[in-house]
């Protein structure tokens, strides 16, 4: 197996070693469960008030391996922690008697009204997390009023993602090499009544962590997975072996700005390119007409030594200069990062770790429990900084 183009493709995946242990525990746990009395189940299990909170959660019911795929970083994980460490770098200079004692979270994003400046991320396999797994996610955005990024890899199809919800949704695209199941995927996604289309196109992801933990994507999550994207050649009599190597050939790595093109052929859905750092790229974004440009390092994920999204997203937005949306995501763990962030320009953040923690955490209800800690911090951070509205957050907040 090509461990590496295996990565770099899918971004998905659950160690069938970690799923072993999960089910030894959940045995274990079974037959070795009293009930505890009310005072103690509170005691072993406050209710979140952050998200490092609902971290912590994820990290005692997930196995291991499981956990460590999504919580760390690529390499040696300088990536992960500067996305973290620049937005506790950035300072806030609230200006004072400003009479503001509300705030109005609710924007728009690429044409579609919002409540709150937070949109959850496309994240691969959330079935890992949770039996609902995507399902629950959309759910819960949809409650929310934000959007829903769909990972291709999520778990589940596209057709059965569009019909768990109402809300409005992203589909994040990985791109086969037959460009006929492109197509059908592409016009699969627009019947299904998604509001626009992400393309992710950064690449490099090489974890320790994983590597350490032997990590592996079990058949049927795989299996099903293919089928759902539209690759029908995938038969039960396949053995792994073989269907990884099918899996390891089937995607395109070798993608140029032309492909944005023969998009544009295919779908009048507004396309945003994901993975954005330089400026000339956001430039070359804006010259093809793209509708929006979300800067990210993939959370830190992908090639480790990239810059913190939040440090290089001012030249994105100069370099845009309003003639595309721009959003970030990377190290969003604070209603004040979102603040920070919205202060340097950005439509709007998008979040992946933290409710796919919160789906591990306790499911639909978890997910909804993290969109609205994020919304109430920013709500106070608003409020406390004189801004009643989104439109009142501007660069003059941040030192």
Not at 33 to 53: F, G, L, W
Not at 104 to 125: E, H, M, Y
Not at 199 to 228: I, Q, Y
Not at 311 to 322: C, H, Q, Y
């Amino acid at each position: 197996m090509d461990r590496r183009s295996f990565a770099q493709l899918l971004t998905i995946g659950a160690g069938s070693l970690g799923l072993q242990q999960a089910s030894a525990q959940a045995n274990k746990d079974d037959a070795d469960a009293t009930p505890a009395p009310k005072s103690k189940q509170r005691e072993a299990h406050p209710e979140p008030v952050n998200v490092a909170d609902i971290r912590a959660l994820a990290e005692a019911k997930l196995p291991k391996a499981t956990f460590d795929y999504i919580a760390t970083g690529s390499a040696d994980q300088i990536t992960l922690y500067e996305n973290l460490a620049a937005f506790q770098r950035l300072r806030v200079y609230p200006p004072l008697m400003k009479g503001v004692s509300d705030a109005d979270l609710s924007t728009t994003a690429i044409g579609q009204k919002i409540n709150l400046p937070v949109i959850l991320a496309p994240v691969a396999a959330q079935r890992m997390y949770h039996a609902d797994g995507g399902l629950a996610a959309a759910r819960a955005a949809a409650a929310a009023g934000t959007i829903y990024g769909v990972s291709s890899s999520v778990g589940n199809s596209v057709e059965e993602i569009g019909a768990s919800s109402k809300g409005p949704k992203w589909f994040q695209l990985y791109v086969p090499k037959d460009r006929a199941i492109t197509r059908k995927l592409v016009e699969r996604v627009e019947r299904a009544g998604y509001d626009a289309i992400i393309v992710t196109v950064d690449l490099g992801e090489w974890k320790d962590a994983d590597r350490r933990n032997r990590f592996s994507l079990p058949k049927e999550m795989l299996v099903k997975h293919l089928r759902d994207v539209g690759f029908d050649q995938i038969t039960d009599q396949m053995s792994y072996e073989d269907i990884v190597a099918f899996n390891a050939n089937a995607w395109d790595l070798s993608l140029t700005w032309e492909f944005f093109d023969r998009l544009r052929g295919i779908t009048k859905l507004p396309l945003l390119i994901k993975g954005v750092l330089r400026p000339e790229d956001a430039i070359k974004a804006v010259l093809i007409g793209l509708d929006g440009i979300v800067v990210s390092n993939h959370g830190g994920r992908r090639l480790d030594g990239m810059p913190a999204t939040i440090d290089v997203l001012p030249s994105i937005v100069k370099a845009v200069d309003g003639k595309a949306e721009v959003f970030m995501d990377g190290g969003v763990r604070r209603g004040t990062d979102v603040l920070k962030a919205l202060a340097l320009g950005a439509r709007s953040v998008l979040i992946g770790r933290p409710y796919a923690w919160a789906l591990a955490a306790d499911g639909e209800a978890g997910v909804a429990k993290v969109i609205e800690l994020f919304r109430e911090e920013l709500q106070n951070a608003m409020i406390a900084s004189g801004c009643a509205k989104i439109s009142d957050i501007d660069s003059s907040l941040i030192a």
